[in-house]
């Protein structure tokens, strides 16, 4: 999962270049006339963005290298954007994988050459991600564009990319080291992928002429013409797609199987947590509207209610499905909390110190630091001695430390979330949704007697799911847990940063520290009790029994009780919600053996969720949200195709399926 940073050195002109592969980034004479000309011209870009009937356009690159490819059609988007406000063509997504990403003092190096670009530089060096493995979403408002850092070989995440029957991409920016200096790259495989991602008409430039690329693209069904190269180079290739080959779907857990949301349709969103907040504000984002029904008198009065909350990632000393979600997740989830106000929503980035309190976790946590799965940056070792100074508390043990970490607010989140939507978000309160009805146009439903009608709708009901019978179609696990509310004291007063073993405690807020938490398993009840907080309390003692002070706190009994939604397999669930009787109409010849592959998309549905957030919401909400707000959009996913199968709302179906378990 750890990405391998590229080695560079820098020649005489300042440019940098690759040790591994003895090549330039870009020109020595001028990256960014090379760009324009190459990527920029070579895709007809200014024309085709004029000329362009949809909302979104989407570039895939091969060689993300110093970014300057991308920084270059951040600033030509911005400036078609600023020239044409009402243009239909709102948005620009870039998808680019790099096998060896830059250290990003290399990277500011590198791009410090290039003055013109640097409001667009800046912008990525504060979001750019750590050298983990994976997509790496970043957002750019200023520049209305959407950057996928793809880190890892390309023709393993290519296969990867979640595509529509119609393609993906609309331009491609061949680059990558020359042919003759990185001839692993340029294969029929990734011309065959290029094949099954690109939008009939979709285009590509590349500064290379080589045969095995002529060759390569015209066998996968691409018109290829030479035209004048950059500089010294004498030709370049350019072309475009003109075949329908390669066009396949991932059946059963396609996720384009609707129409994409229209101008002017109406989003129904059933729900006042941090699961509903996310997602009204990615679809704000994308300038969509949305009502929020909220069945209370207030937002965040459900699990999202508790005062504070841990903020980090559940890693394994492999990289697991379930491990890559929480790693992608808490990244991609930091980034989006940094873009928010920060006078918005009560927070503290003061990491999270995972302790070593038991022989098993000391042998979990052993491996994992052995392992060399995780780079430093999300997750490192630390030995007592540090612990005790990055907490400023006393400790025995030795630990993890998570120092992207730390804890926020969750009711300031979902308030502030939800405020940033504007004009975007119209917000019901004590708005109890009933009698949801779905058909082939829109969905129906009733608010206190009242009825409404919507085009689709969005189920983000945490633990009331339970209660509403279109949410049956999940194995849904409701989960009480008590948080304790622990008022300052000495020595906790000096706690700097999150302190979890088989529970965790906060830094003070409005001096209370979060001592928490209990786990009752089908337990919807949100009354305080003793017995928890007495749980509570000797959980704490029982990890913490080598240090005095633990033993010396004085709790005035105030807590908060609420009810978290889990799944049987502990994962999310983010997309269209099918009922149970239609997937095993669909899927029942699994049963029997049939390939999966073989079966048929989901039918076109238009009741979605997001849900089974569990006690994992900070770090999986965000990136939830854009996975379904992708799904209705038809956007690019932000994540594998391997771990969008493992958080699709009708896996459950399916693997009862294969197993040939009946509903």
Known sequence: ??????????????????????????SNDSGIDETLHVFIGGNDLSERWHSHNRRDFVIAETGFGTGLNCLVAMQAFKQFRDANPAHPLKHLFILTTEKFPLKKADLRQALNAFPALNQAADALAEQYPVALQGCHRMHFTDFSCT??????DVHELLPQWHCPR???????????????????????????????????GGTFGTFTAAGIVKRGLRDAGFVVEKRKGFGRKRDMLAGYFDSEKGKQPAPPYSRYNNAPLGDGERIAIVGGGLAAATFAHALAEQGVASTVFCADETLATGASGNRQGGFYPQLHSEASIASQIQAHSFLYARRYYNALPSD???????????????????????????????????????????????????????????????WLSPPDLVHALINACGDKVTLHLNAKVHNISESSTDVTFSVNNESYTFDRIIMATGADSVLIDTMNALPLRPVRGQVEAIA?????????????????????????????????????????????TQTNLATHQKAL??????????????????????????????????KVNVLWERYQELTVGKPIDGQAELPEGRI?????????????????????????LHQPMPMPEKLLQAVAPQRFMIRNCIRGEAP
């Open 1 to 26: 999962m750890k990405s391998q940073s590229a080695q560079v050195h820098f020649n005489d002109s300042g440019t940098p270049v690759a040790d591994h592969f003895d090549d330039v980034y870009f």
């Open 147 to 152: 950057l996928d850092l793809w880190m890892g």
């Open 166 to 200: 119609s393609g993906l991409i609309d331009a491609w920016f061949l680059d990558g080291f020359a042919p003759s200096k990185n001839p692993e790259m340029w294969t029929d495989a990734l011309f065959l992928q290029m094949a099954r991602l690109t939008r009939q």
């Open 344 to 406: 918005d929503y009560r927070h503290q980035w003061c990491g999270v110190l995972q302790l070593g309190f038991s022989d098993a976790v000391i042998d979990r946590q052993q491996k994992l630091a052995d392992g060399g799965v995780w780079p430093d940056e999300l997750v490192r070792p630390v030995s007592a001695e540090e612990a005790t100074s990055i907490s400023g508390l006393p400790l025995s043990d030795n630990g993890l430390f998570i120092p992207l970490g730390g």
């Open 488 to 532: 300052t004291q000495a020595p906790i007063d000096q706690l700097n940063t999150v302190l979890c073993h088989k529970g965790y405690m906060t830094p003070q807020m409005d001096s209370r520290h979060a001592l928490g938490s209990t786990y009752g398993k089908g337990d919807t009840a949100t009354d305080v009790r003793e017995v928890d």
């Open 545 to 578: 029994s080598n240090e005095s002070w633990i033993r010396e706190l004085e709790h005035d009994g105030d807590a908060r009780a609420s009810v978290r939604l889990s799944l049987p397999d502990h994962q999310p669930a983010s997309g269209q919600l099918t």
């Open 608 to 632: 979605f969720t997001l849900t089974g957030l569990g006690s994992r919401g900070l770090t999986t909400a965000p990136l939830m949200a854009q996975v379904l707000a992708s799904q209705l």
